[in-house]
């Protein structure tokens, strides 16, 4: 479907003009999920249902739910936007609906008018904050249907980047309450989740308030596999209260402050395309090299992560062993340590 009038058309005709949840006359032709969040507008007709014009605000506001108003209009299939996943529950605006009900602050939380819209309910929101997506670079050779590239390479012209080693992990935060997650906040028990939450207990009380700790958690082995790692978990980013990534000098300062080993630097300098992948091919051990990641070595806010962080994965990655590592895990995939950490 492609036109915001093709949209409004069909979804009055599915639901006969008149609003799913009262009855009254169809005013609008809501999008379930914003279509900001989408890279083709969200223009589905499982994304869309009639409402009348109040219903339509609180649908907005979100006191109305996205998954209650999939039901009431009989709507099976959930349509999401990219790297979104079908596990987790999701606000209108692409926050991330807890088991418990409180929500994490998603990619479009801090925008202005999300934050007018959302000012009922902005109460129900944990200090938990959902790690960004990473785009690629447009030379990465694994860029998998759900992923996206970063077109505009200038944001990293004149910039002073690190580049560290993408290490094939998963993704967690650890937040100075002592609560952690995954990049899947719903993800299954798994014994890597008991494996650092069990290190957690190690140093959490030291991150400051309000601050978190983001990193690779490396214990359960992927598709890559490591004989000598650091330490099972890796830092890559620290972030304040304001929700700012940390500079990385300062980051390798709390990393000492906490006791906790940081993802290997592969290069750092002006951004320069050939000299990173130069760089990233020279280091790179054939077996154990996922690809690199690139980030801004000063600070930036959380909104300004896409512009700030890219990634170039090699090609002969396998992401779809990546996507079941869970279901394939046995005990003895655990990768190994120098010193035990
Ligand atoms: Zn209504």
Request: hydrophobic letters at 35%.
């Amino acid at each position: 479907m492609k036109s915001r009038d093709i949209f409004r058309e069909s979804i009055f005709k599915r639901d006969n003009h008149k609003c799913v949840v009262c009855g009254e006359p169809a005013q609008d032709a809501h999008h379930i999920i914003e279509r900001r969040l989408f890279d083709d507008g969200g223009y589905h007709l499982e994304n869309g249902v009639s409402l009348c014009g109040p219903h339509h605000i609180e649908a907005e506001k979100t006191t109305l739910d996205a998954q209650e108003l999939r039901d009431i209009a009989g709507i099976k299939k959930i349509v999401l936007p990219k790297g979104y996943h079908r596990d987790t529950r999701y606000d209108k605006w692409g926050n991330i609906i807890l088991p418990n009900g409180q929500r994490m602050k998603g990619e479009l939380f801090y925008d202005e008018s999300v934050q007018k819209i959302l000012s009922e309910v902005l109460c129900l929101f944990a200090d938990y904050v959902k790690y960004p997506r990473t785009k690629h670079f447009p030379w990465s050779e694994s860029v998998g249907r759900d992923d996206d590239v970063l077109s505009d390479l200038s944001v990293f012209d004149g910039k002073r980047v690190v580049v560290t080693e993408k290490m094939d992990g998963e993704n967690a935060t650890v937040y100075s309450d002592g609560y952690f997650h995954a990049r899947s906040v719903n993800g299954n028990e798994h014994p890597s989740q008991s494996w650092i939450k069990n290190f957690i207990q190690k140093f959490y009380f030291d991150i400051p308030e309000g601050w978190r700790v983001c990193g690779e958690n490396l214990y359960a082995r992927h598709s890559v596999k490591y004989d000598a790692l650091e330490s099972y978990f890796q830092v890559f980013s620290v972030w304040n209260e304001q929700n700012e990534c940390l500079e990385w000098s300062e980051m390798l300062e709390y990393c000492d402050l906490l006791g906790l080993t940081h993802v290997p630097v592969l290069w750092q300098g002006v951004f320069d395309r050939d000299e990173i992948h130069k760089a990233f091919l020279n280091s790179r051990n054939t077996d154990t090299s996922e690809g690199y990641v690139v980030r801004s070595e000063g600070g930036f806010h959380y909104t300004e992560f896409q512009t700030s962080v890219a990634k170039y994965v090699r090609a002969d990655h396998i992401t779809e062993a990546r996507h079941n590592w869970r279901m394939r895990w046995h005990p003895s995939d655990v990768n190994k340590i120098k010193t035990l950490k």
